[in-house]
T-cell receptor, first 113, second 112 residues
Framework: GDSVTQMEGPVTLSEEAFLTINCTYT??????LFWYVQYPGEGLQLLLK?????DKGSNKGFEATYRKETTSFHLEKGSVQVSDSAVYFC????????????FGQGTRLTINP | NAGVTQTPKFQVLKTGQSMTLQCAQD?????MSWYRQDPGMGLRLIHY???????DQGEVPNGYNVSRSTTEDFPLRLLSAAPSQTSVYFC???????????FGPGTRLLVL
């Protein structure tokens, strides 16, 4: 079945550091890929998405590129801020427009000033 | 515009008790879904609905029941609570054809 694997956390960085959170997936066909962010005490928010190979999703300085050859969708940000501290989830949906999201286990990110 | 609201925020149940987790959205979204979040496992889909009167099972539906009588509401019923249902429950909604986009703040459930 479909699955998503994220890099082990927690991740701790200093402010203005470069961020990479790795995400790889296993899926049939051509899934859509997503990154969600969960701030402390809140529900998840959709951060960015990509629906086909080589697409780049971007939002709030975060980027991720859909790499079909390596089945990856790594999240990157050039200069992180304290306000980026949160849990980040990678997810996929194998059926376009369907509700069945498969999530990774989440990566907790802490940014120190 | 309140978005997606969930009640209660926190609940303690005894094994065997039943309860309903409430979820409502005021964005006129066709799609709604329920997920549970367990430590180290990400979120898993319990049930979902693509419109009033239409529901379907997700990855982990056992022990849960849903109905969708209106576009706005999508309650999740625990028929006979078990300790394995201790979790944080999230409701989500989205327009038709779009995966879960708006999540509620969650309900933390503890089953003793």
């Amino acid at each position: 079945g479909d699955s998503v694997t994220q890099m082990e956390g927690p991740v701790t960085l200093s402010e203005e550091a470069f961020l990479t959170i790795n995400c790889t997936y296993t899926a049939t066909g051509y899934p859509s890929l997503f990154w969600y962010v969960q701030y402390p005490g809140e529900g998840l928010q959709l951060l960015l998405k990509a629906t086909k190979a080589d697409d780049k999703g971007s939002n709030k300085g975060f980027e991720a590129t859909y790499r079909k050859e390596t089945t990856s969708f790594h999240l990157e940000k050039g200069s992180v801020q304290v306000s980026d501290s949160a849990v980040y989830f990678c997810a996929l949906s194998s059926i376009q427009g369907a509700q069945k999201l498969v999530f990774g286990q989440g990566t907790r990110l802490t940014i120190n000033p | 515009n309140a978005g997606v609201t969930q009640t209660p925020k926190f609940q303690v149940l005894k094994t065997g008790q039943s309860m309903t987790l409430q979820c409502a959205q005021d964005m006129n979204h066709e799609y709604m879904s329920w997920y549970r979040q367990d430590p180290g496992m990400g979120l898993r889909l319990i049930h979902y609905s693509v419109g009033a009167g239409i529901t379907d099972q997700g990855e982990v539906p056992n022990g849960y029941n849903v109905s969708r009588s209106t576009t706005e509401d999508f309650p999740l019923r625990l028929l006979s609570a078990a300790p394995s249902q201790t979790s944080v429950y999230f409701c989500a909604s989205s327009p038709a054809g779009v995966v879960a986009q708006y999540f509620g703040p969650g309900t933390r459930l503890l089953v003793l």
